[in-house]
C-alpha cells in the first residue's frame, strides 16, 4: 500500500487558493453562488479522500518534478482545506436560502483567507498553531 507524501508542492496549494479567491469573486459579481460549489467539492473530495480535482490538474501544467518545488505541509494544508469547506459550504446555504449577510461574511472570510494565504501569510496555519499553544498550556498549566 502506498501511502501519500507528507507535503504538496506550492504551486499546487496556490491553483486550490485561486480557485478559491475567484470562485467567490465570480459569484459577488455574477451571482451565479453555485460555482462556490467548485472549490467545495475539490475541497471536500480532498479532506476526504486525499483527491483534490483542482490540484490533479493543475499538477499537469508543473515544468518540473513536483518534488523540486517548495513543499507545504499535507497536514496543515487539509486542516486549512478543513476551514475552507466549512466556510464555503456556510456561504453557499447563505446564498442558497437568501441569508445575504451570512452568504457575504462566510465568503468574504474564505476570500480573504485564500488572498493573505496566495501573499504569504497563512491564517489557518496561524490557527491551528495558537490552538496547539492553547492546548499545551492545559495541559502543563502554564
Not at 466549512?86 to 483567507?113: C, E, K, N, P, R
Not at 493573505?116 to 492553547?134: D, E, K, N, P, R
Request: glycine content about 6%.
Amino acid at each position: 500500500m502506498s501511502q501519500a507524501p507528507a507535503s504538496i508542492p506550492r504551486p499546487l496549494v496556490r491553483a486550490n487558493q485561486w480557485v478559491i479567491v475567484l470562485s467567490v469573486v465570480f459569484t459577488w459579481i455574477t451571482g451565479a453562488y453555485g460555482v462556490l460549489a467548485i472549490p467545495l467539492v475539490a475541497g471536500l473530495l480532498g479532506v476526504l479522500f486525499n483527491f483534490n480535482p483542482v490540484m490533479r490538474i493543475a499538477k499537469l501544467f508543473l515544468k518540473k518534478s513536483p518534488s523540486s518545488y517548495v513543499q507545504e505541509d499535507r497536514g496543515q494544508q487539509r486542516f486549512n482545506q478543513l476551514l475552507a469547506v466549512f466556510f464555503l459550504l456556510v456561504a453557499l446555504v447563505g446564498f442558497t436560502f437568501q441569508w445575504s449577510i451570512v452568504a457575504y461574511v462566510f465568503s468574504a472570510m474564505v476570500l480573504v483567507a485564500a488572498l493573505v494565504a496566495i501573499l504569504g501569510f497563512c491564517v489557518g496555519c496561524f490557527i491551528l498553531y495558537q490552538w496547539s499553544q492553547y492546548q499545551y498550556r492545559r495541559r502543563n498549566h502554564v
